[in-house]
C-alpha cells in the first residue's frame, strides 16, 4: 500500500487510496492516468478551505496581477464616466492636473507642496463638511494637514507620475499622457497598483503596532470579496470570509499582544475603506455619530467592471 504524506487533504487521499485500490492490476500507465485524473479534479475544484478558490488557482496568485497566468485581470480601458464615483482616483487625478494647469508648483524643503497650493486644492478635493472640519482645526494649512492631498500627492509620486526636480514638483513629462481622458483607465489601474502594492495604507493611521503587512494580502481577498459580498453581507464576519485562514492566525497572534484592535478593525483599515474610496466597494455605515463603522457591505457595479477572475488559472 502506498504511504500518502499525512499533509494530505483526507478526502482527496481517501480518492487516490480508492483508485490504487480499484486500478487494473499490473497496468501501471492506466493506474497512473487516474491518479492524475483525480488530482486534476481536486486541483480545479474550489475549496472551503481556500476561501472559494480552487488549488490550481490559488497557486495561480504567485503571478502579479494583470499579468499572464495570473487569475485576476483588471479592466484598464474603462472610460472616464465610469470612474466617477471613484473618490480616490478622481483626488489624485484633480492634483495632476492641477500640478500641470501651474507648469510645476515649489516645493517645501521636506517635499511637500507648498501652503499657496495646499489652500487652493481645499474646495477641488473636499465636500464643504469637510472643508469646515479641515479649517476648524488648521487655522495655517499644510499639506500634512489635508490627509487627501497628502496621500494622493505620495500616491502619484510613488507611480512615476509626480517628479521633484530643481525644488518643483511636476508631472512626470513622460507620463502626461496619463493624463488625458481616453487613458483614464490605464491611470486607474498605474494608480490602483501602486496604493496597493507601493503605497504603505497604514502610514497616515499609525497604530502602535506593526499589521502593515496585512494588505499584500488584497491579491487573495479580491476573489472571496467577489464570491461573498455581492449581496450585502455583515463586516463583522468578512475576516473569517475573506482572508486566508493562516493569514488570519498570523493576525490574531499580532493582534494578541494588545486590546484595542480587532481583525475586523484590521479589515475595516486596510481593504474596506480604501476599497469603498476607489469606488469598488459599497457601504452602509452605522449610525455612530463620532466614528461610523461600516454595518454591511458589497462590491459595487465598478468592481464587477473592473476586475475579472480567470477560475482556470493555474
Not at 482527496?12 to 493506474?31: C, Q, S, V, W, Y
Request: aromatic fraction near 10%.
Amino acid at each position: 500500500m502506498v504511504q500518502f504524506n499525512d499533509n494530505s487533504p483526507e478526502d482527496l487521499r481517501r480518492k487516490l487510496e480508492t483508485k490504487m485500490a480499484d486500478g487494473p492490476d499490473g497496468d501501471l500507465a492506466a493506474i497512473d492516468e487516474a491518479l492524475r485524473a483525480q488530482a486534476d479534479q481536486y486541483n480545479h475544484t474550489p475549496q472551503a478551505e481556500l476561501q472559494g478558490y480552487s488549488p490550481a488557482m490559488c497557486h495561480a496568485l504567485r503571478h502579479q496581477w494583470n499579468t499572464p497566468g495570473s487569475p485576476i485581470k483588471l479592466n484598464s480601458q474603462l472610460p472616464l464616466k465610469s470612474l466617477k464615483h471613484s473618490r480616490i482616483f478622481n483626488d489624485i487625478r484633480n492634483v495632476l492636473l492641477a500640478v500641470r494647469e501651474a507648469d510645476g508648483i515649489k516645493a517645501t524643503p521636506s517635499g511637500n507642496f507648498v501652503r499657496k497650493f495646499v489652500e487652493a486644492m481645499v474646495d477641488p478635493l473636499l465636500e464643504p463638511e469637510e472643508k469646515e472640519h479641515l479649517l476648524r482645526y488648521n487655522k495655517v494649512l499644510n499639506e500634512t494637514d489635508f490627509r487627501q492631498l497628502h496621500e494622493a500627492r505620495i500616491v502619484a509620486s510613488a507611480a512615476g507620475l509626480l517628479v521633484k526636480r530643481k525644488g518643483i514638483i511636476r508631472v512626470a513629462k513622460k507620463h502626461q499622457s496619463f493624463l488625458e481622458e481616453a487613458k483614464a483607465g490605464a491611470l486607474f489601474t498605474r494608480l490602483f497598483d501602486t496604493y496597493f502594492r507601493k503605497y504603505n495604507i497604514g502610514y497616515l493611521y499609525p497604530y502602535g503596532i506593526d499589521v502593515d503587512w496585512i494588505q499584500h494580502e488584497i491579491g487573495f481577498l479580491l476573489y472571496p470579496l467577489y464570491l461573498k459580498a455581492r449581496h450585502w453581507i455583515e463586516a463583522d464576519v468578512l475576516p473569517k470570509k475573506i482572508l486566508h485562514p493562516l493569514t488570519l492566525d498570523n493576525l490574531q497572534r499580532h493582534l494578541n499582544q494588545q486590546a484595542f484592535m480587532t481583525a475586523g478593525s484590521v479589515l475595516e483599515r486596510y481593504f474596506l475603506r480604501p476599497l469603498h474610496g476607489w469606488g469598488l466597494l459599497e457601504i452602509q455605515w452605522t449610525d455612530e455619530s463620532h466614528f461610523p463603522k461600516p454595518g454591511k457591505v458589497r462590491i459595487s457595479p465598478l468592481f464587477e467592471q473592473y476586475i475579472r477572475f480567470d477560475e482556470q488559472a493555474e
